[in-house]
């Protein structure tokens, strides 16, 4: 009889422990990622996942994000454009409270940091309004320079006194990046000694990643690198809801434009000479602009000159197609009214978009040192400036639209 007792109490026991041991497994991986809090000491589960939250990427083809359950992995496939095939990073973001993987599991030049991490400086404005999209603007201490920076959350710290400035390139101030003692900084890569700052902060200790937005073939896919950054903060579930709105909202007004037929689109001029190149640039239609442009239903003069990348050509034969076009994107630094443009070359007062006043410049939004926010906010959010277009050369479809970085030269 006790025997039969022992027996069926040895079974309740069992049952009962199995929903426990699947309890305690379910305790063990998060239910969301861990944005401000470590792994406990002495909990750690190998067997559990603490990246819930994952990147998708669906725009952005120039870095890759590998998970695994306590660490993640991201490769920036061309640091800068036109870097050899070779030349990729690596950067391993362990879980903090989590033990790092072995070191020669990687690329020789594969950086490992805790994340989530903490203090940040970032080497450019492009980088900004994804701080604050993100609720990260507590964790800026330093920009590369203040003159050109619109978002006025970060003004306000400027002005607050709360960051430092580091100077770029070959200038950097090592001396008060080694004082601010960032957990991370974000830059930009150029692949010229004069103009990287990566080495020379590598040199001295400091994690440095690179953001290569601006290798991308589309203006959604510079605007997914917000997902790069928040894979340093765990923040993977708040970088896709900002990014599928403004995805959404591109896609949006792409269908707007979708409909019109070839023979009914607009067509414009884009950009002006320029006196430092001697020479008019044309961009490809597998570049940024040429995507954008196409999303907007605009076509531009002499596109066809340049299928892939920028067509130099010099200014009689742009004006010679362009003279006649009725719209005209000139832009160009430090132009706000119609005289400025005609002060650049006066042929163009022969040109039909000046005579009808209909010539736009990207500098709706500039900072009294001439920072662009076009530059800025703009890259985060390129639903904007396709909007601004669609309804510059579609008022009918944009009736209610306010410019955002786009003006009307008067």
Known sequence: MKTHRFAALLILLTLLTIPLAGALHAQGSPETNLIDACVPEGEFDPAADYFPDKIELTYAENFTVAYFNNYKVITVLEPWPGAPEEETYQYVLVQCGTPAPDAASFADNAQFIEVPTGSLIVMSTTELPALVELDLLDHLVGLDS????????????????????IGNGS???????LDADPDLVITHAFGSPDWDTHPILLENGIFVAINA????????????????????YNKEAEAAAVFDAIAGDYNDLTALTASIPEDERVTALWNAFSSYTEAWSIPGQQTWIGALLKDAGITYVLQDQAPEGTAFLDFETVYEAGVEVPLWFVNAYDVHTLADVVAMDERYAGF????????????????????????????????????DLVAIAYPDLLPDHELTFYRRME
């Open 146 to 165: 203040f003159l050109y920076a619109n978002t006025p959350e970060v003004r306000a710290r400027i002005d607050a006194g709360e960051l430092v400035e």
């Open 171 to 177: 200038a950097v101030n090592l001396e008060v990046v």
């Open 213 to 232: 937005e601006n290798t991308e073939a589309t203006l959604l896919g510079r605007a997914e690198w917000i997902k790069f950054m928040a894979a340093f």
């Open 352 to 387: 039909a978009a000046v005579q009808d006043g209909a010539v736009y410049n990207d500098n709706n939004r500039v900072n009294e040192n001439g920072g662009s926010d076009f530059w800025e906010t703009g890259v985060t959010h390129p639903n904007l400036i396709l909007a």
